[in-house]
């Protein structure tokens, strides 16, 4: 059996996650469209607490201009967000060498995420799976599409274009021992416009690790389209939930409805 049918039994039997985002800056949670425009959405260790109880699955932590401002991600705040919540958690930001990833994980983190890093040195990516397990690596891609009809990779926050096509850098992350894929669309990215479904079912249908979607979702439908039209593992998104425009409790309810398997 090989992997990507040993990915379709995982998909058949495990529940599709919905997953909060909280982009930190400043020690804040913050959201923007298109990766800019940022406005304040909330204290991070409420906004966590709060989804915890509501259901969420997961919630993932970015400190959005760690990579950028050469600095770490801030490791005592993720001890406040982890003592708070009882659901995995997921922490990005400034993380560069297996000395970062053990203060995250020693701080509270069940998974971190890298994006910038993992492209300058793919070693990274080996070297954390061998040290933490690939459960514990989500590698991020921010990708746009372009002129020439391709998605492209960006690196630092969306600011430096790369010549990677996603496609191929999706498949190099597999090799490598990265054990899921966050992937945001910088042309949906907060558009509430729905998720980029063709890209995500072609990268979700071309490896054998799980693919979490991100960037455009506004609507419960769009949740239901990047899962049954996507193929999504899970969804994340940030300004529908941070603005209560959609309350997780009733997402779940309306993708039951749906056929699409969710934890209750």
């Keep these: ?74 490791a005592q705040l993720v001890n406040r967000i982890a003592k708070t919540i009882n659901i995995p958690f997921t922490v990005g930001g400034g993380i560069g060498s297996m000395e970062d990833v053990s203060v995250l994980l020693g701080a509270g983190a069940d998974k971190i995420t890298i994006n910038t890093a993992a492209f300058n040195d793919p070693s990274l990516i080996s070297t954390i799976a061998a040290n933490a397990g690939s459960q514990c690596v989500v590698v991020a891609i921010d990708t746009k599409l372009e002129a020439d009809g391709e998605w492209y990779v960006y690196l630092n926050g969306g600011r430096k274009r790369t010549e990677m096509k996603c496609r191929d850098w999706a498949k190099q992350l597999v090799e490598m021992g990265a054990g899921e894929i966050l992937l945001t669309s910088m042309n949906h990215d907060g558009t509430k416009k729905g998720f980029a479904l063709e890209l995500t079912a072609e990268i979700a249908g071309s490896v054998s690790i799980p693919v979490i979607a991100s960037g455009g979702c506004g609507s419960m439908e769009h949740f239901a389209e990047v899962f049954l039209e996507g193929r999504a593992d899970a969804a994340l998104a940030a300004s529908v939930f941070h603005f209560k425009e959609i309350q997780i409790p009733d997402l779940k309810t309306f993708l039951s409805s749906k056929a699409i398997e969710v934890r209750i």
């Design 1 to 74: 059996m090989n992997s990507a049918d040993n990915k379709i039994i995982l998909e058949s039997t495990l529940a599709k996650r919905i997953i909060p985002c909280l982009d930190i800056k400043d020690g804040r949670t913050v959201k923007g469209t298109n990766f800019i425009e940022l406005r304040d959405a909330g204290d991070p260790v409420e906004l966590a607490a709060a989804y915890a109880i509501q259901g969420a699955d997961e919630i993932v932590f970015l400190d959005i201009t760690a990579t950028i401002e050469k600095r770490k991600t801030l």
